[in-house]
DNA sequence: TTGCGTGCAAAGGTTTTGCATGGCA
DNA sequence: TGCCATGCAAAACCTTTGCACGCAA
């Protein structure tokens, strides 16, 4: 049916895991720690291999954040959702926002227009810190 | 006399290689096997020191390409030179474009002001397609 | 002489590959 | 039954660490 992809037990529990975590990224660590907890044995192999697919079919995001030396995955929902606008990610938290605005797109237009550079929504991030976090770090006389 | 920090031949072969490779970004790899080539060894674990420290300076900022699994470097320049414009990679080519334009800063102040979210300059990176890339797609039919 | 720098070897992680087995359709 | 999917073990990488030796100041 799907391109001759089989629908497993495997992928099913990959899969609901990251919509349960759209709002963070996850590590294939997490993933595979994750289903161990709750008797659902999925060998990492087969989690890179899923997610290497979902990632080509543009359903996961994929991100090297900072901290981490391991990759960050993100549920992406249906393809093309999120082709539109940009995206904003916290490095002290980790909170993806779907930033929906005008004036990004028109940034981006101008970037194509007067620079002749086509930027991609799917892959182009802005790293940063959310109000929330910008208010820890005031609380906390400015240290982490 | 700088931190207490010495000169060395090793530092200045890779300063040099960095500097002469500014719009393009390199690998550890890259750095070892152009010295290796031009008979002036340099251990990859000197690679990575001294790597860490110019990124703690700003000297280099470093990356992680779709495509590659280890890290890209790339020189920076004087520190702070970078921070006050945003940074435009071709996915393609790897070339870097610094964009010196007022419309970007604006956009920052809008999504600080309007969205509670605090760009920052030195991490985020637009990828997309530079014009020479894109002409070389069309030329192919829009094949890579 | 002092103490940072270097480089080898080894360790620690993450990701990929080979291959036999399992399971969907 | 025909393929795709899975999972183990091993391999392949990338990066970091420990330690003895080298070298700038």
Redesign the interface.
């Known amino acids: 049916m799907n391109n001759g992809e089989y629908k497993t037990r495997q992928k099913q529990a990959i899969l609901d895991f990251l919509k349960n975590n759209r709002d963070n990224h996850v590590t294939v660590n997490d993933i595979s720690e994750y289903l161990e907890k709750n008797n659902c044995h999925v060998g990492i192999t087969t989690i890179y291999r899923y997610l290497d697919k979902l990632l080509e079919h543009g359903a996961v995001r ?1 991100y ?1 954040v ?1 901290n981490s030396t391991s990759a960050c995955f993100q549920y992406a929902g249906p393809s093309d959702s999120c082709r539109e606008h940009f995206h ?1 990610k ?2 002290m938290c980790g909170r993806l ?1 779907h ?1 929906d ?1 005008s ?2 797109s028109e ?1 981006c237009n ?2 194509f227009k007067d ?6 929504m799917m ?9 929330v976090c ?1 208010a820890k770090q005031q609380n906390n006389g400015g240290n982490i």
Chains 1, 2 share one sequence.
């Not at 620079?115 to 991609?120: I, L, R, T, V």
């Open positions: 994929k090297t900072d904003l916290c490095e926002i930033l605005c004036h990004v940034l101008h970037i620079h002749g550079f086509k930027p991609d892959r182009t991030v802005f790293y940063g810190i959310c109000s910008a």
